[in-house]
């Protein structure tokens, strides 16, 4: 018997409405994702305390706490800061996306989503976790300040 391959990554769903959020996982598990799920933003912020999840497809919209509101606690907790979180919502203004930046998110889709869509961002993300990050010290940060003077 053959050994089944590892899973890619764990993914929390969020959203307020179930078949948003079966959708959401069929797409992802069919993709070899790991999924969680949440119906609110207290329940995303817990659940991704519990779990740690490696990306995040949140909701903005939800009743509780919203998604912009959850997002913000996810980042702003060491355990989950490097979590990567995609708002997933039908607010498709510009100043919804600068809302959503603002709030910590790493990537936005709009929904009605295509399978797609949805399978490329989350593969973006996971490329965005497993490419390391430039260290800039924080000497080097006072000596570039120090430069422009």
Same mark, same amino acid.
């Given at each position: 018997m053959a050994e089944r391959?590892?899973? +890619?990554?764990?993914?929390? !769903?969020v @959203? @307020?409405?179930?078949? !948003? %959020? =079966? /959708?959401?996982?069929?797409?992802?598990?069919?993709?070899?994702y790991e999924t969680i799920e949440a119906s609110n933003g207290t329940e995303a912020v817990d659940a991704a305390m519990?779990? %740690?999840?490696? /990306? !995040?497809? &949140? @909701? !903005? =919209? &939800?009743?509780? &706490? @919203? *998604?912009? =509101?959850?997002? =913000? +606690? /996810?980042?702003?907790e060491p355990r989950t800061s490097n979590s990567q979180i995609i708002i997933c919502t039908a607010r498709s203004t510009r100043q919804d996306l600068i809302e959503a930046i603002g709030a910590g998110a790493d990537d936005y889709i709009i929904k009605p989503f295509q399978r797609e869509t949805v399978i490329t961002k989350v593969e973006r993300a996971r490329e965005r976790l497993q490419t390391p990050r430039p260290f800039l010290s924080p000497i *080097?940060?006072? %000596? %570039?300040?120090?430069?422009? +003077?």
């Open positions: 391959a590892a899973l +890619k990554a764990r993914v929390l !769903v @959203d @307020d409405e179930p078949n !948003v %959020r =079966t /959708i959401l996982c069929a797409y992802l598990r069919e993709a070899e519990r779990s %740690r999840p490696e /990306i !995040v497809l &949140m @909701d !903005v =919209t &939800m009743p509780e &706490m @919203d *998604g912009l =509101t959850a997002c =913000t +606690k /996810i980042k702003a *080097g940060s006072e %000596r %570039r300040k120090a430069a422009r +003077k």
